[in-house]
């Protein structure tokens, strides 16, 4: 295989159609400087690297199961409740709309966004736990790693490679939009790093530090959005809420009594407005100060450049901890994903006990056993709730628990 490392992108694109937007800043990262895909392959005649990219992540199986996949509450809880595809397509509305502003490619901020959450199991962050205690003895499990491994390896649509084939840059943003990796990283990205390096000491782009943001930004609101659906907490539990009280105070005051569904669209857009507001106002400050006159320069500068005023910190730290306390920990909650990490646990030991009761194709993966833990690994994290719940009753032969019938993963950070 060549060296992608050492080469430039296959097929760069040239024209009109492709030249940057003149407004675009020098520090955004530009589809013309890419450093390519790990296996090269012409480029697009219509689309940039990066849209390319966002494409190949839509159309993937992976981002597909997103939507059978826990946030907070099961996917058949309800119609309205967010899964993990409804909060990704959320995460990039903020992205893009952020990225335009800041002059940055909106492609890329868009395609980091629609990955960031690819890796998660079935449970959310209660599948997450458990399948990283049942397989601590090989490396455990984490869902940031898995999303690497999942776009370089699992996903199987081309006939020429594994994986989706992105570029350097998205791939950069999967792994690092959280920040730098400063110690040393054992599993997925360990060995894709080794072959193809990410500089997992440096800060990424500012289009991939833009999308962790607008992930923060995205859960903070659409939760507050399903627990009051849910009747975890009530209006007037928000009106001393850090951050959301003012405004939901604001809310009443100026309307009345509303309908649940209009005041949560009016507080919603208003909590949502201040934090992308502060966000962009922070960070051009941040970019001011420095005077970042290309994206090098942004992974050089040895922090964050995208974030929120000290003071928004403060208070979305603070309704985070309201969250945590209201919600992610509320009895209903704690209880169905005590079951969830249940099920996730007994499933991984019949399976490791018994491969054939895998797909062939995954029985034929399997060896000696820490290579059989490894695929059953893989298995799991890749199922929906419904699947994993199905495939835990028929290898079991219990009923179905009708914990599950309600609240599970809580996001416990």
Same mark, same amino acid.
């Given at each position: ?7 430039? &992108? ?12 003149? !407004? ?6 530009? &589809? ?16 940039? #690297? ?76 209660? @599948? ?20 690497? %491994? ?40 360990? %060995? ?72 949560? @669209? ?25 005077? &970042? ?8 500068? @040895? ?5 929120? !005023? ?54 034929? !993966? #399997? @060896?000696? &056993? ?44």
């Amino acid at each position: 295989m060549a060296n992608a490392s050492s080469q430039a &992108p296959a097929g760069r694109l040239t024209g009109p159609l492709f030249e940057p937007p003149a !407004s675009r800043a020098a520090y955004a990262t530009k &589809p013309e400087t890419s450093r390519g895909r790990l296996h090269p392959e012409p480029e697009s005649a219509t689309r940039t #690297c990066y849209q390319r990219d966002r494409d190949r992540i839509i159309h993937s199986t992976a981002f597909r199961r997103l939507k059978h996949k826990t946030q907070v509450f099961v996917q058949h809880e309800g119609d309205y409740y967010r899964t993990r595809m409804t909060h990704s397509l959320e995460v990039a509305q903020i992205a893009r709309s952020a990225a335009r502003v800041l002059a940055l490619n909106e492609d890329l901020a868009e395609a980091v966004a629609l990955a960031h959450d690819l890796g998660h199991t079935p449970f959310g962050h209660a @599948g997450e736990q458990a399948l990283a205690a049942a397989t601590a003895a090989i490396g455990g499990f984490d869902h940031n790693a898995h999303g690497l %491994r999942l776009v370089a390896k699992l996903e199987h649509r081309y006939a020429a490679f594994d994986g989706l084939n992105l570029t350097w840059e998205t791939l950069e943003g999967l792994v690092k939009h959280n920040g730098p990796l400063e110690d040393p990283v054992a599993g997925p990205i360990a %060995r894709f790093d080794a072959r193809w390096p990410l500089a997992l000491s440096t800060w990424p782009g500012l289009e991939a530090q833009v999308a962790a943001l607008a992930d923060d930004i995205a859960y903070l609101n659409h939760d507050i959005d399903d627990g009051l659906r849910a009747k975890l907490f009530g209006v007037e539990d928000l009106f001393e809420a850090p951050l959301a009280g003012s405004r939901a105070r604001g809310v009443v005051a100026r309307f009345g009594d509303l309908e649940t569904g209009r005041f949560i @669209g009016e507080l919603v857009r208003l909590l949502i407005g201040a934090l992308v507001e502060d966000l962009l106002a922070e960070t051009a400050r941040r970019v001011g100060e420095l005077r &970042p006159g290309s994206v090098e320069d942004v992974r050089a500068a @040895g922090h964050a450049l995208a974030g929120f !005023s000290p003071d928004m910190e403060r208070e979305a730290a603070a309704l985070k901890r309201f969250l945590f306390a209201r919600m992610y920990r509320h009895e209903r909650v704690m209880a169905s994903m005590n079951r969830a990490k249940e099920i996730i646990t007994e499933l991984f030991a019949a399976l490791v006990r018994d491969p054939a009761l895998m797909p062939p194709d995954w029985a034929a !993966s #399997c @060896g000696e &056993p820490s290579v059989t833990a490894g695929v059953v690994r893989d298995y799991i994290a890749g199922m929906t709730d419904d699947f994993a719940l199905k495939s835990w009753a028929v290898i079991t032969g219990k009923e179905l628990p009708a914990e599950l019938g309600g609240l599970v993963g809580a996001r416990p950070d």
